[in-house]
């Protein structure tokens, strides 16, 4: 391959266990203190019960978010504000199914404007949401325990990814 048809970011993936949740509150954190999670993208994958929502939490409050935090499911978006002023769009799709509402609701142009940007469910709106800085797909393996893979398809998702090792 010539050398200016490389690609400008390889895909990566790290993959992590988690014996319970403070191995999901450890991974928060490290992100939390990344300048990269400014204007990212990430996308949540995993089954009901995951560990999702439960991984969104600890993200907010390692930002400093200290109310009860709501999960956005009847409203398929809940937004946020972390102290200094960062805004959060914690997004679940899992009953969204109304094409029209991407535009309809703004969610284009929340994804196309700055802020953090969390999607559960993501996949309900493929076609229309942009691809993740970075994916995060989280597979129950007994009560506590997951298997957490992460994967970046960008610079800001790769800057994240050394985050998280
Ligand atoms: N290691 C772990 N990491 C994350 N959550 C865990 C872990 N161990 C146990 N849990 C529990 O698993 C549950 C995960 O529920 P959560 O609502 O976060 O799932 P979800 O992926 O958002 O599901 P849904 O698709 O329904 O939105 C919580 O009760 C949480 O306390
Ligand atoms: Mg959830």
């Known amino acids: 391959m010539a050398a200016d048809h490389l690609p400008i970011v390889e ?3 790290l993959v992590q266990q988690w014996a319970s949740e403070d191995d999901c509150d450890a991974l928060a954190r490290k992100l939390a203190s990344s300048d990269a999670l400014r204007d990212a993208f990430i996308a949540l994958h995993g ?3 995951a560990g999702k929502t439960t ?3 600890h993200l907010l409050r ?5 109310s009860r935090i709501k999960s956005p499911t009847y409203a ?8 200094g ?3 959060i769009f914690h997004f679940d799709f899992y009953r969204f199914s109304d094409p029209h509402e991407w535009d309809d609701a703004g969610f284009r142009d929340i994804f196309a404007g700055t802020g953090l940007k969390l999607a559960e469910w993501p996949e309900n709106a493929a076609g229309r949401i942009p691809v993740a800085d ?3 797909k989280i597979e129950a393996m007994n009560d506590d325990t997951r298997t957490v893979t992460l994967h970046a398809n960008t610079v800001r998702g790769s800057r994240l990814l050394d985050a998280a090792a």
């Open 85 to 87: 002023g960062l805004a």
């Open 55 to 57: 991984f969104v939490r």
């Open 11 to 13: 895909t990566r993936t």
């Open 76 to 83: 398929v978006v809940e937004p946020h504000e972390a102290p």
């Open 62 to 66: 390692a930002l400093g978010i200290a």
């Open 47 to 49: 089954d009901l019960g």
């Open 134 to 136: 970075l994916a995060i």
